[in-house]
């Protein structure tokens, strides 16, 4: 059994300001730093067998201090990169429905609709799911950490569960949030959605910026479909301990390391 978990990066400038980030190479604030420092201080004891990351700094400065901690290199793939959000990067939500609100409207109602000039959600789950069947090759059994984003990371768990793609969105993943799922090679188990109590005793309010900024925006035509933003309800109806089957795909080989922590 392989135990997948799933980290998003701390806390950015990009995820308390509630804007898309994508590609952009945001740096953690010194919130986002104690986000991985806390997480190896919960983690720290297990067995890693391997810990991948996508090509951001955010990400990679998330997985430093467990990195640092078990002595194993981190893999840097750049299949787990952000969703690319085009026209959208480095907006809010308001302003990119204020820009073009007949796009907005159209990716609001539909979520396989992709941000203008950006990526698709099925374009992105494709190479995110890709770098997973390729660690499922090389590791059947034992502890990987995969540290990415907020869209990469939801589009991840709909696939290994068997969840429609159009329902991506639905699911609640803050800033410093891991999920594990227990990967066999025909279902997998969900044990942790999106989970942060590692983070207390602080208190998670002050912890992480973007939930305030998030809540703040109340007009709820604006869903929750930013990275690096608020987050939205939801929790894809994945109980913990609950077996679903998952989508098969192509296994092909390792990933090569490339740089290391």
Request: charged share 25%.
């Amino acid at each position: 059994m392989l135990n997948l978990y799933l980290l998003r990066h701390g806390e950015t400038e990009f995820s308390r300001g509630d804007r898309f980030c994508g590609d952009i190479d945001a740096p953690l604030t010194p919130a986002g730093l104690r986000m991985g420092e806390r997480f190896a201080d919960a983690y720290g004891d297990l067995a890693w067998r391997a810990i991948v990351t996508s090509t951001r700094r955010r990400t990679i400065t998330t997985a430093e201090p467990l990195a640092a901690r078990v002595s194993v290199r981190i893999r840097r793939d750049a299949r787990l990169d952000e969703m690319f959000f085009g026209e959208w990067q480095g907006l809010t939500k308001r302003e990119a429905a204020v820009r073009d609100p007949v796009r907005y409207g159209q990716w609001r109602q539909d979520p396989t609709i992709g941000p203008p000039a950006g990526e698709s959600p099925f374009a992105v789950s494709a190479r995110a799911i890709a770098a997973v069947d390729d660690l499922r090759a090389q590791y059947a059994s034992g502890n990987v950490l995969i540290v990415s984003h907020k869209t990469v990371l939801r589009l991840l768990l709909c696939r290994l569960l068997n969840i429609d793609l159009q329902r991506y969105r639905d699911g609640e993943w803050p800033t410093g949030g891991v999920s594990l799922l227990e990967l066999a090679p025909c279902h997998a188990v969900a044990r942790l959605v999106a989970d942060d109590r590692y983070l207390l005793p602080e208190t998670r309010g002050n912890f992480v910026g973007e939930q305030l900024a998030g809540r703040g925006e109340s007009d709820p035509d604006f869903v929750d479909d930013d990275p690096a933003g608020g987050d939205g309800a939801g929790d894809l109806d994945v109980a913990s301990d609950q077996g679903v089957d998952a989508m098969t795909g192509g296994v092909g080989g390792a990933i090569d390391p490339v740089g290391g922590a």
